[in-house]
């Protein structure tokens, strides 16, 4: 007779145990000899040895499962026991990297493209990642749930969430009410993400905690960040100087993922931004990693793609045209 103590601790013992033991009940059927006990974050397992080393091996696999997906459904949860008409997962299957987070309802968030699939697997590989691409590919949608991810997986103790408050080419003026109410509509796109992934009221502890904070990026000089996974939006319209401040920002046990699009800057025309920079100087360093998005990635409106390949293909022609007209000055020029 053999006993063995598993901890959940790593995952939430409700996705494990199932609403009214829906799922536990499918464990305990799947090893009937077994004595199978659930004490708040422990499973009590107790039987013949190779019994109880086969139900640990299975257990396990649904607890890493939990802690890379947070949430496995009843049919997957039989698949990994190894149900006899559903079939047993496949390895791949296990270890797949596409579900990044449950949201509230069930909702699942996952990388949907190839690249935001890369950018996944580069931040996994990377403390600092920068993901660059048009609107509407995901760049910080993708970001914000593997910061999420990170969270529930205990692999860091807070997120920091900023990007640069600038006016996307508008003049907003004086703006009423209090610091959170006058940075607020610079960071929306983030709290909507948030909403996306984490339920209401668990999210406004987080915020209230400071558990997830959010800030302009004048707000981070100075600071040290730490056991954190810290996201930088927007970061096309930060300058050299501001990038540098921020990634000099990171500390121990921390990771970041700074997006933008290049094609989007809304500086002042004597400001340039430190995006492309940064791309240039810091691409060769260990640990930090690059991806670029496209308009393949666009996962908003169908037209959204075409109106990025019309800017795209305009944009080339002015820059032609322009190229022409230098040479028409050189020329003039030279003859005179």
Same mark, same amino acid.
């Given at each position: 007779?053999?006993?063995?103590?598993?901890?959940?601790e790593?995952?939430?013992?409700?996705?494990?145990?199932?609403?009214?033991?829906?799922?536990?009940?499918?464990?305990?059927?799947?090893?009937?000899?077994?004595? =199978?006990?659930?004490?708040g974050?422990?499973?009590?397992?107790?039987?013949?040895?190779?019994?109880?080393?086969?139900?640990?091996?299975?257990?396990?696999? !649904?607890?890493?499962?939990?802690?890379?997906?947070?949430?496995?459904?009843?049919?997957?949860f039989?698949?990994?026991?190894?149900?006899?008409?559903?079939?047993?997962?496949?390895?791949?299957?296990?270890?797949?990297?596409?579900?990044?987070?449950?949201?509230?309802?069930?909702?699942?968030?996952?990388?949907?493209?190839?690249?935001?699939?890369?950018?996944?697997?580069?931040?996994?590989?990377?403390?600092?990642?920068?993901? /660059?691409?048009?609107?509407?590919?995901?760049?910080?949608?993708t970001?914000?749930?593997?910061?999420?991810?990170?969270?529930?997986?205990?692999?860091?103790?807070?997120?920091?969430?900023?990007?640069?408050?600038?006016?996307?080419?508008?003049?907003?003026?004086?703006?009423?009410?209090?610091l959170?109410?006058? !940075?607020?509509?610079?960071?929306?796109?983030?709290?909507?993400?948030?909403?996306d992934?984490?339920?209401?009221?668990?999210?406004?502890?987080y915020?209230?905690?400071?558990?997830?904070?959010?800030?302009?990026?004048?707000?981070?000089?100075?600071?040290?960040?730490?056991?954190?996974? =810290? /996201?930088?939006?927007?970061?096309?319209?930060?300058?050299?100087?501001?990038?540098?401040?921020?990634?000099?920002? =990171?500390?121990?046990?921390?990771?970041? !993922? /700074?997006?933008?699009?290049?094609?989007?800057?809304?500086?002042?025309?004597?400001?340039?931004?430190?995006?492309?920079?940064?791309?240039?100087?810091?691409?060769?360093?260990?640990? /930090?990693?690059?991806?670029?998005?496209?308009?393949?990635?666009?996962?908003?409106?169908?037209?959204?793609?075409? !109106?990025?390949?019309?800017?795209?293909?305009?944009?080339?022609?002015?820059?032609?045209?322009?190229?022409?007209?230098?040479?028409?000055?050189?020329?003039?020029?030279?003859?005179?």
């Open positions: 007779m053999t006993e063995i103590i598993i901890n959940l790593t995952i939430n013992p409700i996705e494990f145990v199932g609403v009214n033991n829906s799922k536990f009940d499918i464990l305990k059927k799947r090893f009937p000899s077994l004595k =199978i006990l659930s004490r974050t422990q499973l009590k397992v107790s039987g013949k040895p190779e019994e109880v080393e086969s139900a640990s091996v299975k257990i396990n696999q !649904i607890i890493s499962y939990l802690e890379r997906n947070g949430h496995v459904s009843e049919n997957y039989s698949r990994i026991l190894g149900d006899d008409e559903l079939g047993e997962l496949t390895a791949e299957e296990l270890s797949s990297g596409d579900v990044l987070v449950f949201g509230p309802n069930g909702k699942v968030i996952r990388a949907k493209t190839p690249n935001q699939k890369l950018m996944t697997t580069t931040s996994d590989k990377n403390d600092i990642t920068f993901a /660059i691409g048009p609107a509407g590919t995901g760049k910080t949608y970001a914000v749930a593997l910061a999420v991810r990170a969270l529930k997986n205990k692999a860091v103790r807070k997120i920091i969430l900023t990007r640069p408050a600038v006016e996307a080419g508008e003049n907003l003026g004086f703006l009423p009410g209090d959170k109410e006058k !940075i607020d509509p610079y960071l929306r796109p983030l709290y909507d993400a948030l909403d992934m984490i339920p209401a009221d668990k999210l406004n502890y915020m209230t905690n400071r558990v997830i904070e959010v800030a302009p990026l004048a707000y981070m000089r100075g600071r040290t960040l730490d056991n954190a996974f =810290i /996201i930088l939006d927007e970061a096309q319209n930060t300058t050299d100087l501001q990038l540098k401040m921020f990634l000099t920002r =990171i500390g121990a046990n921390a990771k970041a !993922i /700074i997006t933008g699009d290049i094609t989007q800057i809304d500086l002042p025309k004597n400001m340039k931004s430190g995006l492309a920079k940064a791309e240039r100087i810091l691409s060769n360093i260990d640990g /930090i990693g690059f991806i670029k998005l496209d308009e393949s990635d666009v996962v908003r409106h169908r037209l959204v793609k075409q !109106i990025i390949r019309a800017y795209d293909k305009a944009q080339v022609e002015e820059e032609k045209q322009e190229e022409a007209e230098k040479e028409q000055r050189r020329n003039k020029y030279r003859s005179e």
